[in-house]
């Protein structure tokens, strides 16, 4: 079982970046696949980035490609999201989770942990 805990988020301004963070519990962490979604008041919940647990590949959500970077560090069992160029649309809690699956699901019916969410919200 994994258990997640997000920080990181806050108010910015249009233009600003943020670096988002994912604390994991467990011994597995390297083997699942982890993404971040967010979920605008109103909206669903909505793919952002993914990344795979060994290889490290990446995939991005059309929306925030070239803006944002996911990435992990496995020995420190955290997932971390790098935000630039924020814009007002980027406005949503933020939550990370885990997929047990060898690719990068977007759906997030195949993600199997998630954490409570942080709040980001970017002002014009």
């Known amino acids: 079982q994994v258990q997640l805990v997000e920080s990181g988020g806050g108010l910015v301004q249009a233009g600003d970046s943020l670096r988002l963070s994912c604390a994991a519990s467990g011994r597995t962490f390297s083997m699942y696949t982890m993404g971040w979604f967010r979920q605008a008041p109103g909206k669903g919940r909505e793919f952002v980035a993914g990344i795979t647990g060994i290889s490290a590949s990446t995939n991005y959500a059309d929306s925030v490609k070239g803006r944002f970077t996911i990435s992990r560090d496995n020995a420190k069992n955290t997932l971390s999201l790098q935000m630039n160029s924020l814009k007002r649309e980027d406005t949503a809690v933020y939550l990370c989770?885990?997929?047990?699956?060898?690719?990068?699901?977007?759906?997030?019916?195949?993600?199997?942990?998630w954490g409570q969410g942080t709040q980001v919200t970017v002002s014009s």
């Open positions: 989770a885990a997929a047990d699956s060898r690719g990068i699901p977007s759906n997030r019916i195949q993600y199997n942990y």
